[in-house]
């Protein structure tokens, strides 16, 4: 089984095309947003932060740690890797700048302490 196997990605686009949003941003770390786990198939508990989006269209993208990429094997969209805090704000600011580009300008919404700062009180 691979990720997102009994996840039925069609309802979600027809649901977010209702809802008038462009896609569902999943988030985790350590355990704490236990839906996304589930959503995605991940099985265990991760020590890093990843963040999916899924979008209303195309295919979904992932930003996941160096040394939990074997979590994202069989994942059925791009993985984008970081290691250090800068390539990880790197990676959110890219998939930002290429959602928004791609949406026309729409945008998800993001609420963070500045540059992640509070690192357990960080939510997108």
Known sequence: ???????????????????????????DFHGINPA??????????????FFVLLPRDGKPVAIAHRIELASFDGFPGEVRPYAAWRELHDQLQRSRRSHERHCGGAGASWRAAPRFAKRRCSRV
């Open 36 to 49: 996304a786990t589930r959503v995605l198939g991940i099985r265990g508990m991760g020590t890093r932060r």
């Open 1 to 27: 089984m691979t990720l997102l196997d009994q996840f039925d990605l069609p309802a979600l686009s027809e649901l977010l095309g209702k809802l008038g949003a462009d896609g569902w941003l999943l988030y």
